[in-house]
């Protein structure tokens, strides 16, 4: 503080004059007060311009222990299996009343003969026929969707049920023929059918998949035709290819055929399974 003595000695004129303190003397806790900008955490940092923002992740949804192995049950082969049946079902139903039909003409115009002990009269055929076309339909009908799996070749030709039931009056019609038309001898009218049979795969299935069963279908059946006639089981007249007709592996292919064809339609509302090699 300095005291000094204006012109005028009436008053005393204090002059005071203040000085910062120095940094030595500051007490601590006091000083001059600076305000700093808050810390960001990382993880809430701005986004720069140009920089991607990494997705949040994503929590999985807890599985509930379902047994020992911790495995959920298999769905989708559940459903298939009932599909399965299902097809089985309807496919034994059509080959037994194919069999009971088509084997009536048969029996009908002495084309095929069966020992009197066995005939039913209302059907007049042996009890076992139908039983066993009714599962060699249901193999067939579920091996046809099953080999077109398999290859990767889906079937797609004429795939609805207008198309099925015109392949099955075809059908019938063959077998019908080879009943009912007369010819000079079994070589012209076997191969007469054989041209209908093909002329059946060529306009309602056309694969060569159809194709290989078809002739696959015709040679297992005609020779299983051939060991049942040889041990007495039923004969054919006029037999001239071996002990049976030449022109009945046509009928087993044209019916491979028909029945493959009502198999692969009953797939059609199944998903299938892409085939892994």
């Known amino acids: 503080m300095d005291v000094g003595t204006p012109s005028n000695p009436g008053y005393l004129l204090a002059t005071v004059t203040f000085r910062p303190p120095s940094p030595s003397c500051t007490p601590r806790g006091l000083g001059r007060l600076t305000h700093s900008p808050p810390l960001i955490p990382s993880c809430h940092q701005p986004e720069q311009p140009g920089q991607h923002k990494p997705d949040p992740p994503t929590a999985r949804p807890l599985r509930p222990p ?43 115009r002495n084309v095929t ?22 599962t060699a339909a249901a193999v067939v009908g579920l091996l046809y969707p099953c080999i077109d799996s398999h290859l990767g070749e889906p079937h797609k030709f004429k795939r609805e049920w207008a198309s099925v039931m015109r392949c099955v009056a075809v059908f019938v019609g063959i077998n019908h023929a080879s009943a009912k038309l007369d010819f000079a001898n079994n070589v012209q009218l076997s191969l007469t059918l054989a041209a209908l049979s093909l002329g059946l795969w060529w306009t309602f299935d056309r694969s060569r998949s159809g194709l290989g069963l078809g002739i696959t279908i015709a040679f297992l059946a005609t020779l299983i035709t051939q060991l049942l006639v040889y041990n007495g089981v039923y004969q054919y007249t006029s037999p001239d290819f071996l002990y049976i007709r030449s022109w009945l592996p046509c009928i087993f292919f044209s019916g491979g055929v028909t029945v493959g064809n009502i198999g692969r339609q009953l797939a059609m509302g199944v998903p299938e399974k892409p085939h892994s090699d």
């Open 66 to 108: 379902t047994g020992p192995g911790d495995s959920l049950p298999d769905t989708s082969a559940t459903q298939s299996q009932g599909c399965s049946m299902e097809r089985s079902l309807v496919l034994f139903s059509v080959g037994v009343v194919l069999a009971l039909v088509l084997n009536l003409l048969q029996v009908q």
């Open 113 to 134: 003969l069966f020992p009197e002990e066995v005939i039913a009269t209302i059907f007049s055929s042996a009890w076992w026929v139908p039983p066993c076309c009714g």
